[in-house]
């Protein structure tokens, strides 16, 4: 589990230093970890749609009603206004056990 873990942080740390950052949570809560690497892809159209009335509709609502900026503040538990591996790692192995029990 810890190897998937370590897999999805990367996947948000986009520049690689070592903890993600409120414009990387954003980004790839938004459009998702590949969409810079992979440009003009097929599901572009539904972005650039809605990058047109980004001024007036920001895209930080997430499917469970939180905006990423709750998000970010759930994860960076230090207040640093970064999420370190450790942070990441401790938020959602407490969420798996946490819906591991409900379920």
Known sequence: LRSYLRAAFR???LDGSGYITLDELQHVLAEGPS???SPRGGQMAVHDEAARFAPTM???ILPDGK???EVM???DTDGS???TYSEFET???SEFARHSQSG
Do not use: H
């Open 35 to 37: 969409m810079s690497a």
């Open 67 to 69: 905006t990423v900026e």
């Open 81 to 83: 206004g970064k999420i």
């Open 73 to 75: 503040k759930e994860l």
């Open 58 to 60: 920001p895209l930080t």
């Open 11 to 13: 996947a948000f740390d």
């Open 91 to 93: 938020y959602l192995m």
